[in-house]
């Protein structure tokens, strides 16, 4: 058996005879770690001649326009003390990937007494 290229692709021809088909030692072995697979046999020009074009280069796309709408949101919280006792608020962090700007809110809770909202505006921290 040996191998050969066809419309860039690598096929087996088993030899012709009187035999007819070969005996099964000289038949391809199917292992994906056949010898066969290292070596480093390349096509004829004629071959693969239609194959060789390569891709368009993609269109132009500014950063702003590939990146609009898009948000990493992080969930987070920070404790504070209050007369003694340790309270948990719980934080939004917002990071625009547009133009790597971020802002922290809280969000808010039904008569919770507490400013609620947008804690840090959105703006580029440095």
Known sequence: TSLGWKNGLRVAHKPGGLGGDSPLTDQLPHSPHS?????HEYPDLPDVSGLT??????PFVPKFCL????????FGHFMENVCGERRVRHVHLLYYL???TSRLLEPRRHNSGLDQ????KRHRIP
């Open 35 to 39: 010898q066969l697979m290292f070596t």
């Open 53 to 58: 074009r390569s891709a368009p280069p993609p």
């Open 67 to 74: 990146l609009d709408k898009k948000v990493l949101r992080f």
């Open 98 to 100: 547009e133009d790597d």
């Open 117 to 120: 909202g947008i804690l840090v």
